[in-house]
């Protein structure tokens, strides 16, 4: 069924993404490598901005452009400049930011989405390229700023500014948008998700597709769920008082998990927009069909063969292909000969749930150890390996260890600091599987044993099953198979 | 027509302070300025392609190497007001 939007809410997103793959800044040679080095040490006369310098586009930012508007099958544009956007703020030294204005290098695209009521099409309006500015800290809160500190480290990474349209009804679609939004990118291998910064999105959200609001610089997916979903309860509220929606910005803080509105401007918003003299225009579209020829194998395609070569559920096959690192590590581990629907199970069920349930967010994956960093703490990583999920997946299978062993085996080697297989796992700690005349003799050892919670079953005390299951298991150390065990006893005892 | 007004706004835009006289002169400036492109503007250029650059040169380009920064001390050497290896600037409003 249709989904109906019973509060007529739009949401358009605009997402500011750092090329932060490539090597060098947009227009000079400084490296990009500056997320733990000290301030202004990553920086060069064009990236400072001072008189007198000329900047250089860097070709492969050109590319990931290309790449990026490819890959949300977008239109590329047969000539392409850049502009200078004119405004007065420290995070930018020249006095304006190099961008593109009304020729953006990709217009009219598109993202399929799981949407509210099944597959929902987001429409791009466009995409462009400008420069990143440095970054300011307050010293102090924003509001009681005592002054600011610039750092132009960051001053000239590239950057490519996406804009939707608004056609996302929920605050749960525009995060499923920004989900599979970066997915692609990271699929394109033009942008790591994980740095600070990588990514930055402005949301516009309207309700009774009345008037629109905007709310500026939100830094993660989930933020910007929250901010919607705060902002929908504010707009409604207002409305229902008899008030209306004025058109403005606001801040989300983070914090408190609500939006704010940002001082109006006294003056309107004035860039005097003009060509940027110093860099020529681009005619780039004989670039595509080799650009196109690089292109990787991106999320749907994936889905869909994931499904048809190795017989998973759409549900697995979406899970293991949300990360591109994941679809790889699952395609070595089946390459391996395990069966690949034990192996489906094993990493989208568990091995994702277990790292969502620690935070750990998958960085790397090198054809045979992923690795994984704390969304919030970069500093503590892990990894597991290709060979040991194999190692798991084919012990499970063989039935010698129980699905509980094997969930305590990935449980350790994610929370462990020293290298141990599977096996060794097992081993130490003692959780293969009983065998099962252990299990029968434990089942004959316990029902002798417990006279009382015998009778009491038998006179109908279900509960007294579990206690009987459990006393097994308590024999056979954990290692018996309590669903086997639990059999074995209502046979012993009922025939 | 540039009025007080519009030149009150270029200078804020500029952050440019100007005074009352000031404003009256550039006034006057602008405006005839502005008068002779509008003698230009009387002139045909239908079927004339806008000229943006002198040059007709497309792609420049760069490869994507790196090259040496600048030390930290020398970014900061023509300032007084740093902290911390940062620029530190008023609270800005």
Request: charged share 30%.
């Amino acid at each position: 069924m249709a989904y109906e939007n019973p509060d007529g809410i739009r949401i358009g997103l605009e997402i500011h993404v750092q090329l932060n793959k490539l090597k060098t800044k947009m227009f000079c040679g400084c490296s990009t490598d500056y997320h733990n080095a000290a301030p202004n040490t990553h920086t060069c006369p064009v990236c400072l901005g001072l008189p007198g310098t000329l900047p250089v586009l860097n070709k492969k930012a050109v590319e990931a452009a290309i790449k990026v508007g490819l890959a949300l099958e977008g239109e590329i544009a047969e000539e392409t400049q850049f502009h200078r956007k004119n405004y007065f703020y420290p995070d930018l030294p020249k006095g304006f930011q190099i961008t593109q204005y009304d020729f953006p290098i990709v217009s009219k695209g598109k993202v399929v989405i799981e949407g509210e009521d099944g597959e929902h099409v987001v429409g791009i309006t466009r995409a462009h390229m400008e420069e990143d500015p440095g970054k300011l800290v307050h010293i102090g809160s924003i509001e009681k700023s005592k002054g600011v500190l610039i750092d132009y480290n960051r001053s000239g990474m590239s950057l490519i500014e996406t804009v939707t349209e608004p056609d996302m009804r929920s605050p749960k679609e525009a995060r499923r948008f920004l989900d599979k939004f970066r997915n692609i990118l990271e699929y394109l291998d033009v942008f790591d998700g994980n740095l600070e910064g990588a990514m930055r999105v402005d949301a516009n959200v309207s309700v009774h597709w009345g008037t629109r609001v905007e709310i500026k610089n939100i830094s993660s997916h989930k933020g910007v769920e929250r901010a919607l979903l705060y902002e929908i309860m504010r707009q409604k509220n207002v409305i229902r008082r008899g008030g209306k929606i004025v058109l403005e910005t606001r801040h989300f803080d983070e914090g408190r998990g609500v939006t704010t509105s940002m001082r109006t401007k006294e003056e309107a918003e004035d860039y005097r927009y003009f060509r940027e003299p110093d860099l020529m225009p681009m005619r780039v579209t004989d670039w595509i069909p080799a650009i196109k020829d690089t292109l990787p194998e991106l999320p749907d395609a994936k889905r869909t063969r994931f499904m048809e070569q190795y017989g998973i559920t759409d549900m697995h096959a979406r899970s293991l292909t949300s990360k591109i690192m994941l679809a790889d590590f699952y395609e070595g581990v089946c390459a391996k000969g395990v069966d690949p629907k034990t192996a489906a199970t094993w990493a989208a069920d568990v091995f994702l749930g277990e790292l969502n349930y620690r935070d750990l967010a998958i960085s790397s994956y090198d054809g045979r150890t992923i690795g994984f960093i704390h969304a919030k703490d970069p500093e503590i990583e892990n990894s597991f390996k290709v060979p040991d999920m194999v190692e798991l997946v084919t012990l499970f299978a063989e039935g010698k260890v129980s699905d509980r062993a094997a969930v305590e085996v990935i449980r350790t080697i994610l929370d462990g600091t020293e290298e141990k297989t599977p096996s060794q796992i097992i081993e130490e700690k003692g959780l293969f599987k009983a065998e099962d005349d252990l299990v029968t003799k434990a089942v004959a050892e316990t029902i002798a044993e417990n006279a009382a919670a015998v009778q009491d079953y038998l006179g109908g005390a279900e509960k007294s099953l579990n206690f009987l299951v459990g006393q097994v298991m308590k024999k056979t150390k954990g290692t018996a198979d309590a669903k086997t065990a639990r059999e074995l006893i209502v046979k012993e005892l009922k025939g | 027509m540039i009025t007080k007004e519009d030149v009150e706004h270029i200078g804020w835009l500029a952050r440019i302070e100007i005074n009352e006289q000031e404003t009256v002169e550039y006034m006057e400036k602008l405006n005839s300025v502005l008068e002779y492109f509008g003698q230009i503007d009387e002139l045909q250029t239908e079927d004339v392609t806008p000229t943006y650059h002198v040059a007709e040169i497309y792609n420049v380009f760069r490869e994507d190497m790196v090259e040496e920064c600048l030390p930290q001390e020398t970014v900061l050497a023509n300032t007084e007001n740093k902290q911390d290896g940062a620029f530190r600037v008023p609270k800005i409003g």
